[in-house]
């Protein structure tokens, strides 16, 4: 049976969030709710701000859920000079695996291949990971022989492969993350609502004190005397809202990926070179192999944002640069997606562009932040608050990590007789010591405890928790967003339903 975690409640109803967006008086609205601005709006509430935090579509909803999945330092930018972003990511790495969110940050080596003919020579490649691991504070660094490697990676091309270059990095839930941040937020007192876009700034006396937002149908007035906008791509589009004349402070770059059916289960994985400056890679994530990413120039809705036929094709062959083409076949695809990068604006190809944070400020005030990596949110959001402290009266920017709900502190339960052990590993890892929590409503129905595919271990009682603690209000919401249905190509018509059905509760 599963005991209740003591002291937790809902939060707010969707309709008592509304209303207290339109009624309260806020320090800061975040616009956007991917990972920059839900961290945003969790440190902000932590340090007893009024926050509010809104986004047009879904938590999460774009680049903060489309990205390679991993927490890095970032190998390649060692090569291009940016020494400074790999030390920052890798101390980033650490507390994140350590404290913020160990749930949902693991550990993994990782080997890049040295093949005859290949862009790198070995003593460069190890000089390289040797400078990288010391960054990284890692042991993990040297070379390993074509056996060992395909010990650790079946399915590893060894013709013409003279070794491996072993070092360690680690890989996460993207989704995940951005919605600890956002749970983080509204534990901490923040308002937060998904489906409700700005379509207006409020400007007195020259400055912004607030926004028009429009939530189910309605527009709402939210007073604020601050205002992040964190859209990511959409960027741009909120910063005409101050300013129509404004031109363009990013520009995008859509990063495509492919999920293929692992044959079997991976110990490592693996950076592909594909040039001088490019690598690819082949990630083991949930029992399936994660494939990419592409670097291709995007001018397009971001909305609309797809992997293509032709991006496939690519990361494939790619794939079989290293690996049996057998493995990475068309007929081993499970599912498609991809997102956009925010990138600063200039000259050169996008692949060698710096991952630097783009922070403007508008005519009238607004803060807009956008870039940066999955990595450093943290130290991003924290860079917000900093240029706001004056503005928001904050005496100090508390810079000390905190753990993420679900981090820390007790299970608070006992495992379920009925829950398979690979189901109650998958919940340990998404939800952390907010598993018992979960699982509650189980008590009273335990059906809740079937998975909602037999081929997958999420199961009913998680759509039904994302839609009661969440935000969940789509069955994509839950599908893409809140569990491994879609990765693992899993949302066929019959889950659909199962997924709207719980919802609809």
Same mark, same amino acid.
């Given at each position: ?22 009624? @309260? ?115 993990? &660094? ?30 996460? &839930? ?6 600890? &941040?956002?749970? !983080? ?19 007195? *006396? ?17 007073? !604020? ?18 300013? !129509? ?29 594909? *040039? ?105 959001? @924290? ?16 810079? !000390? ?83 491994? @249905? ?20």
């Amino acid at each position: 049976m599963v005991e209740p975690v003591p002291g937790v409640a809902p939060h707010l109803s969707r309709r008592d969030s509304i209303d207290r967006l339109g009624s @309260l008086q806020f320090d800061l609205l975040v616009i956007g709710g991917g990972i920059i601005g839900a961290a945003t709006a969790a440190h902000a509430a932590r340090a007893g701000l009024a926050v509010a935090l809104v986004d047009a579509g879904d938590f999460g909803g774009g680049t903060s859920s489309a990205s390679s999945k991993l927490i890095h330092g970032g190998l390649r930018y060692l090569r291009l000079g940016d020494v400074r972003l790999v030390r920052e990511a890798h101390h980033e790495r650490r507390l994140l695996s350590r404290l913020v969110a160990p749930h949902l940050v693991h550990r993994l080596p990782f080997l890049f291949p040295l093949y005859r003919g290949g862009p790198y020579r070995p003593w460069v490649v190890q000089s390289g990971i040797l400078f990288y691991s010391a960054l990284a504070q890692s042991r993990l &660094n040297w070379l390993v022989d074509a056996g060992r490697a395909q010990a650790q990676v079946p399915g590893l091309r060894v013709d013409g492969l003279r070794s491996c270059a072993l070092y360690a990095d680690a890989w996460t &839930n993207d989704a995940r993350l951005t919605l600890g &941040n956002v749970r !983080a937020a509204a534990d901490a007192g923040a308002v937060v609502l998904n489906g409700a876009e700005v379509v207006a700034l409020r400007v007195v *006396d020259g400055s912004v004190a607030g926004a028009e937002v429009r939530v189910d149908g309605v527009e709402v007035e939210v007073a !604020a005397r601050a205002i992040v906008n964190s859209a990511g791509p959409w960027v741009d589009q909120v910063r005409k809202l101050e300013d !129509a004349s404004v031109g363009t402070s990013v520009r995008l770059s859509k990063g495509a990926h492919v999920v293929v059916e692992a044959e079997t289960e991976w110990s490592a994985a693996l950076t592909v070179p594909q *040039d001088l400056v490019r690598v690819t890679f082949a990630v083991p994530w949930y029992g399936m192999l994660l494939l990419g990413t592409t670097e291709t120039p995007y001018d397009g809705d971001p909305g609309g944002v797809a992997a293509s036929a032709e991006d496939v094709d690519q990361i494939l062959s790619e794939a079989a640069v290293a690996l049996d083409p057998a493995l990475v076949g068309h007929d081993r695809v499970r599912a498609t997606f991809a997102g956009l990068r925010v990138l600063p604006v200039g000259a050169g190809e996008s692949v060698s562009a710096r991952r630097e944070t783009v922070y403007t400020v508008g005519r009238a005030g607004m803060l807009s932040v956008a870039g940066g990596k999955l990595t450093t949110y943290r130290r991003i959001a @924290l860079g917000v608050l900093e240029r706001l402290r004056g503005q928001l009266g904050l005496r100090e920017v508390d810079r !000390a990590p905190w753990p993420l709900p679900g981090a820390s502190g007790p299970a608070s339960m006992r495992d379920p007789e009925a829950l398979d052990s690979d189901v109650l590993a998958h919940l340990r890892h998404l939800y952390g010591s907010m598993t018992a929590e979960v699982l509650a409503p189980a008590e009273e129905d335990p059906s809740l405890l079937d998975r909602l595919d037999p081929a997958g271990p999420d199961i009913a009682a998680q759509a039904l928790y994302a839609a009661t603690h969440e935000w969940a209000r789509s069955s994509d919401d839950v599908i893409r967003r809140r569990t491994t @249905l879609f990765y693992r190509g899993l949302a066929g018509d019959e889950v659909v339903q199962r997924v709207n059905s719980l919802l609809a509760r």
